[in-house]
């Protein structure tokens, strides 16, 4: 710690009556609120996600690249897809994932529109390098393959895998 700073935590400890109880609890705050701060810069320096290049999804369809998971979201109204969406992420990147295929179906469209929303929200995008729809082979238009990120970011820890 600098100088300056050591200085002025003991001021503030003697103003405080020498009370260390108090003093922990405070200083654990402080440290809490720069770990966060120090995660949330690390979240705002992700790019978003990006098309898969046409070159990956053909690797993917001949299964040169493998489909490590699958989410069908047939029959789902918006809101339960969406937590459906989410949890599914969060599984396949902590069990370290890299594909997965998300089949949205045809009906009126209206999962496969908000699913482009759901990808650009601040708790799913640092999970996820890319997205594309899927070859035809595996869905097409109604389908989405999604790339995700070997690094997890979690509100409290960083693991750099």
Not at 18 to 21: D, E, R, S, T, V
Not at 109 to 113: V, Y
């Given at each position: 710690?600098p100088?300056?700073?050591?200085?002025?935590?003991?001021r503030e400890?003697?103003e405080?009556g020498?009370?260390?109880?108090n003093?922990?609890?405070r200083i654990k705050?402080?440290?809490?609120?720069r770990?966060?701060?120090l995660?949330?810069?690390?979240?705002?320096?992700l790019?978003?996600?990006?098309n898969?290049t046409k070159?990956?999804?053909?690797?993917?369809a001949?299964?040169k690249i493998q489909?490590?998971?699958?989410?069908?979201l047939?029959?789902?109204n918006?809101t339960?897809?969406?937590l459906?969406f989410t949890?599914f992420?969060?599984?396949?990147?902590?069990?370290?994932?890299?594909?997965?295929?998300?089949?949205?179906?045809?009906?009126k469209?209206?999962?496969?529109?908000a699913?482009?929303e759901?990808?650009e929200e601040?708790?799913?995008?640092?999970l996820i390098?890319?997205y594309s729809?899927?070859?035809?082979l595996?869905?097409?238009e109604?389908?989405?393959?999604?790339?995700?990120?070997?690094?997890?970011i979690?509100?409290n820890?960083?693991i750099?895998?």
């Open positions: 710690m100088k300056e700073e050591d200085e002025r935590i003991w400890f003697i405080n020498g009370n260390l109880k003093q922990t609890e705050k402080d440290l809490a609120k770990k966060s701060n995660v949330e810069k690390k979240r705002r320096n790019p978003k996600p990006a898969l070159r990956l999804i053909k690797k993917i001949t299964k489909i490590n998971s699958t989410l069908d047939h029959g789902h918006k339960s897809a969406k459906k949890n992420i969060k599984d396949c990147q902590k069990n370290k994932q890299k594909y997965i295929l998300i089949i949205t179906g045809k009906g469209g209206l999962i496969r529109e699913l482009f759901w990808i601040e708790e799913i995008f640092p390098v890319g729809h899927a070859h035809r595996q869905g097409g109604v389908a989405f393959v999604l790339h995700l990120r070997k690094q997890y979690n509100s820890v960083v750099i895998t």
